[in-house]
């Protein structure tokens, strides 16, 4: 199926404009009512699943605005399909995108795209904030942090060549330094992460029904500024704290101008020959490099007034791990010199200044190890991850963060985590893997990411799973991932242990899931299990789930062709399961082995109900993946029941490209 074929699976929200928006107009007239959302869908759809914020999220398509809607569009490398509901509102010198407040706030969040130089590197642009027509304050937007180009690991130059001649691409299906003649190329190639996003402290609360109009200005040197969402907060008073190793009192300096790096130093040592905590009140901290925590605890003013925010630093020759860069982050002590323990941070941001992708850099808001330790109410964003951990470490508990605009992933467990938690998290615009639990070398066990929302990750998986023993992803929210990537992935992959044990995916809400995968041209799952370097045939129990207007399938079962006829997925069971629209089928099955279904209910289901290519083998006796029907296994769509009797055990019904039928937005079941 070619790319543009994603189009046809585009599905617009009930409460949604589809066209240019009328002058003045909410989706129900001048006055009509604030429409707040989780994920671009009816909170009611999405009760209890997800991170429970302190802000309320409303859509600018929503909203009043003589601007134009764009979109609905799955398409990867458009604006729209990186938009959170896949549709967002586009501005023009002088248009305005108007929200009405649901409750008392004082502060906003608003999500946007702005063009990019025209050599790469970004621009900046203002944005007019009124409130009732009132003062005007004004946003500087920039996208000096969006834009990125080409093959991984990606460019900021629209005018690159391929990064990697030498791989298959499907644009031109075809290894291109390798064909003659050499193909077209059209360039800026796959351009993609076009968002960031931008707080403001309004300066005094309004109340319910107050009207924030965001304006173009005219004379924007932005040929067009797209708003996708605004989220509006009530910011509580900063938090003090009297008997603390105050960081003013160790040099550091809250208007930025100065660098704070050796004060915080300065403070945490004497925090821990005082054994009390570390406070740093509200202002902005200039750090340019890694503060080391270990046995300390550090508290901000809250993350709206507190900000510790860094230049990106080439270091003179590279350090013994990679990297050829430094910036500011909170790191434990590196796992071979016995990690960190009993460390606690909160209350603060952190603002990074990473603008590429390069993978040896440790660049990240948090890293390191950390065991006994606990990281709550950190807003981060502009690092390379938000928080990515190498053990082996223990008990670690995340609670409470917001973790935006990553060039890669927000948190990764890598090697060896075990026993941790992360929990009521909010996460948006990451570049890679949202969450991710990755046992290279050595395993993970017993960790849990439960009630967290992960929204638009531009690349790969909303939640991944890359082996491991005994862990749990439950309870979380996971909306529109963008390209080569589900909701949530389980994969024998990146030289990961096997999966042992069990793994439990219990009572998550998947939206607008299942991406088009351009190495193999299909369409992926909104879960996703791809056995491709061991079997997977760990205990996995897959059970209350909701997947809601999935792209593609809802579930895919996986090998890669190479390795087809070596490695299996067993031992996986779906149940009390409910799949509200499909844009081809319910499960589609590339693989040998099997899985059970019990209670797993579907409806606007595209395509016939199962997929099924077992290994590609094709044997007389059947498809080399069996599935079990355990009873309960209810609806269907056009083609009749999902789960018939004659797809049992193994019918082969091969069918991996069939047209993608868009289904109805999701209701109440």
């Known amino acids: 199926m070619a790319v543009a074929a994603v189009t046809a699976a585009t599905v617009g929200l009930s409460v949604a404009l589809t066209g240019p928006a009328l002058a003045d107009r909410g989706p129900n007239g001048p006055s009509a009512a604030p429409v707040v959302t989780r994920a671009a869908l009816a909170p009611s759809l999405v009760a209890g699943r997800g991170a429970d914020v302190d802000f309320a999220e409303q859509e600018a398509e929503n909203a009043a605005t003589n601007g134009t809607t764009i979109g609905p569009d799955r398409t990867a490398y458009t604006l729209p399909a990186e938009a959170s509901g896949r549709k967002a509102v586009k501005l023009t010198s002088g248009q305005y995108v108007e929200f009405t407040l649901p409750s008392a706030a004082n502060a906003i969040t608003v999500r946007y795209s702005i ?11 203002p944005l007019n904030v009124t409130v ?16 990125l180009y080409n093959q991984y690991q990606f460019s900021n130059n629209p005018n690159a060549d391929l990064l990697h001649p030498d791989w298959w691409i499907t644009e031109c299906a075809c290894v291109p330094s390798a064909t003659t003649p050499a193909p077209t190329i059209t360039k800026p190639f796959r351009p993609m992460h076009f968002y960031d996003e931008q707080r403001l402290l309004l300066g005094k609360t309004y109340r319910a029904g107050d009207k924030v109009r965001l304006t173009v200005p005219a004379g924007s040197n932005a040929a067009s500024t797209v708003i996708d969402l605004l989220d509006s907060e009530l910011v509580g008073a900063p938090h003090v704290r009297l008997l603390a190793a105050n960081v003013l009192a160790f040099g550091a300096d809250p208007s930025g101008r100065r660098d704070s790096a050796d004060a915080l130093d300065k403070a945490i040592a004497f925090a821990k020959r005082s054994h009390l905590k570390v406070y740093i009140p509200p202002g902005t901290y200039q750090v340019n490099r890694h503060i080391i925590v270990d046995n300390v605890t550090i508290e901000g003013a809250g993350s709206w007034y507190t900000i510790i925010k860094g230049r990106e630093v080439a270091l003179s020759t590279p350090a013994p791990d990679g990297s050829v860069h430094t910036g500011v982050g909170f790191y434990g002590k590196d796992a071979s010199a016995g990690g960190s323990k009993d460390v606690h941070l909160s209350g603060f941001a952190i603002e990074g200044d990473v603008r590429e992708r390069i993978d040896t850099d440790q660049v990240n808001g948090i890293g390191g190890a950390m065991s006994d330790s606990t ?3 950190l807003y981060i964003r502009h690092t390379k991850v938000g928080m990515w951990f190498d053990g082996p470490m223990t008990n670690l508990r995340i609670t409470n963060n917001v973790i935006v605009d990553q060039i890669a992933d927000a948190i990764n467990f890598h090697t060896g985590v075990t026993n941790s938690v992360v929990s009521n998290n909010f996460i948006r615009n990451t570049g890679d893997d949202g969450l991710a639990m990755w046992a290279e070398k050595t395993t993970n066990t017993g960790n849990t990411f439960d009630h967290n929302t992960v929204q ?24 529109d991932p963008i390209r080569e990537g589900s909701a949530i992935h389980v994969g024998s992959r990146f030289g990961a242990e096997a999966f042992t044990g069990h793994l439990w995916i219990k009572n998550n809400t998947t939206a607008r899931a299942g991406t088009y995968e351009l190495n193999w041209n299909i369409g992926l799952g909104a879960i996703w299990l791809y056995a ?43 149940k009390d ?14 693989v040998k082995g099997s899985a059970s279904f019990e209670n797993v209910d579907a409806r606007n289901v595209g395509a016939v109900g199962v997929n099924n290519c077992g290994s590609f083998n094709f044997p007389p006796t059947g498809s080399e993946f069996s599935l079990t029907d355990l009873g309960g296994n209810d609806g269907g769509g056009t083609t009749g029941p999902w789960l018939a009797p004659w797809e049992l055990p193994n019918t082969i019904t091969c069918d991996d490209r069939p047209p993608v039928v868009a289904p109805p937005a999701p209701s109440a079941w």
């Open 375 to 377: 990281i709550d109410g």
């Open 532 to 574: 491709l370097e061991k079997n997977i045939d760990a205990d996995i129990q897959v059970v209350g789930n909701n997947f809601l207007d999935s792209t593609y399938n809802a579930i895919m079962l996986v090998s890669d062709f190479p390795v087809k006829d070596l490695y299996s997925i067993t031992n996986v069971h779906f």
């Open 132 to 147: 009732n027509g009132g003062a005007k304050k004004v946003m500087t937007l920039t996208s000096q942090y969006a834009w």
């Open 577 to 590: 399961t409910k799949v509200d629209g499909t844009g081809t089928s319910v499960v589609s099955a590339r």
């Open 115 to 125: 063009p990019d130089a025209p050599n790469g590197g970004g621009i900046t642009a």
């Open 456 to 479: 638009t990750p531009t690349l790969a998986n909303g939640i991944a799973i890359y082996g491991g023993t005994d862990n749990t992803v439950s309870n979380n929210l996971i909306a």
